[in-house]
C-alpha cells in the first residue's frame, strides 16, 4: 500500500500508534492479572509508552 499525500500518510501512523497502544496496553494489563503488579507500576508503564509515542512521533507527523 503506497501513499503519496502527506495526509493520508498522517492518518496512517495515528492509526498505526493507536493500535500499538491498545496492544501494549493488552499486553500490560494480562501482565497486572497473572503475576499481581501493582496498579500504579502498570500505570506508570503505560505513561512511559505514551510519552515515548509522542516524542517520537509528534515530529514525524509535522
Known amino acids: ?3 503519496h499525500t502527506g ?3 498522517s492518518y496512517l501512523m495515528i ?3 493507536v493500535i500499538s497502544a491498545l496492544v501494549v496496553g493488552g499486553l500490560l494489563a494480562i501482565m497486572h492479572m497473572r503475576h499481581k503488579y501493582h496498579p ?3 500505570g506508570a508503564l503505560i505513561g ?3 510519552c ?3 516524542l517520537e512521533a509528534l515530529p ?3
Open 15 to 17: 492509526a498505526f500508534i
Open 48 to 50: 512511559a509508552f505514551l
Open 60 to 62: 514525524a507527523l509535522t
Open 7 to 9: 495526509f493520508a500518510i
Open 52 to 54: 515515548f509515542l509522542l
Open 40 to 42: 500504579n507500576l502498570i
Open 1 to 3: 500500500m503506497i501513499h
